[in-house]
């Protein structure tokens, strides 16, 4: 029965992110090219926004998951950062965009093209990384109008625990923008849409997340040695990371996106 349950668990929290998707892709995709470019970016961010936000306050309600985001509620007003996050599961752009607004994000170009995830994106105006110069510029360009920028400094998620090499595209955004990293722990013990999870294979539930800000990095004089130091202390940030024991319906306390 447990088991069961857990499979009715699933299906009601992918189903309800599908259908969020579905709604506003058709009227994304309508809104895309009639309004004008920054109207577009505040209205596609502000869904995504408060889309995410329902979405894991759902998780929470049916007792899918458990969340401690309230870390992340203490940056809101402080853009424009870098926003550096591990990237243990699928669910990492949801927690972190849940609870700020005005994020912008660099996604895979497979995922811009995506059916469901890709009209929503475009309108957002988030950022294809198929073409590292226009991505660099791109990502200077709204950190310089104020946002905070989302972007995995592994690449992928993890494969090698506990952190993967690091990308050196973080440091050179920081350095062309002259923009902080604040980089972001995300703790989990459940391998749950990890590398190579299948979307329809069921976790043990309730999957529990809390999130923690780590160290602010001014920006680098120099990348490459500078990425070797950020990897070093994510390495050791990750290493001896303790999951609590959250309680059941623990969602980090905001009442809303932007509360």
């Not at 969020?20 to 926004?49: E, K, Q, Y």
């Not at 494969?159 to 923008?177: C, D, E, K, T, Y």
């Amino acid at each position: 029965m447990r088991t069961l349950h857990e499979y009715v668990l699933l299906y009601l929290g992918l189903g309800y992110l599908g259908t969020i998707c579905l709604l506003w892709t058709p009227i994304a995709m309508l809104l895309h090219p009639v309004l004008p470019s920054g109207a577009g970016r505040r209205l596609g961010r502000l869904f995504i926004n408060h889309g995410f936000n329902a979405y894991i306050r759902f998780l929470t309600l049916i007792g899918a998951c458990r969340f401690d985001l309230a870390a992340l509620d203490s940056l809101r007003g402080q853009g424009p950062l870098i926003l550096a996050p591990n990237h243990p599961c699928l669910l990492d752009a949801v927690m972190v965009i849940s609870r700020l607004p005005d994020v912008v994000c660099i996604m895979k170009a497979g995922l811009m093209d995506n059916i469901f995830l890709g009209a929503g994106a475009r309108l957002a105006r988030y950022i294809r990384n198929d073409a590292p110069l226009r991505m660099v510029g791109r990502a200077t360009e709204d950190l310089a109008a104020g946002s905070f920028l989302l972007v995995f400094p592994e690449g992928t998620r993890t494969i090698r625990l506990p952190v993967n090499p690091l990308m050196s595209s973080v440091g050179l955004i920081s350095r062309r923008a002259k923009v902080p990293i604040q980089t972001i722990f995300i703790e989990t013990a459940s391998p749950y849409l990890c590398k190579g999870w299948p979307l329809f294979r069921k976790p043990e539930m309730p999957v529990t997340y809390r999130v923690r800000l780590g160290k602010r990095f001014d920006p680098p004089a120099s990348v490459q040695p500078f990425m070797a130091e950020l990897e070093r202390y994510f390495a050791a940030e990750l290493a001896h990371a303790v999951l609590p024991d959250l309680p059941v319906g623990t969602d980090g306390g905001a009442s809303s996106p932007n509360a």
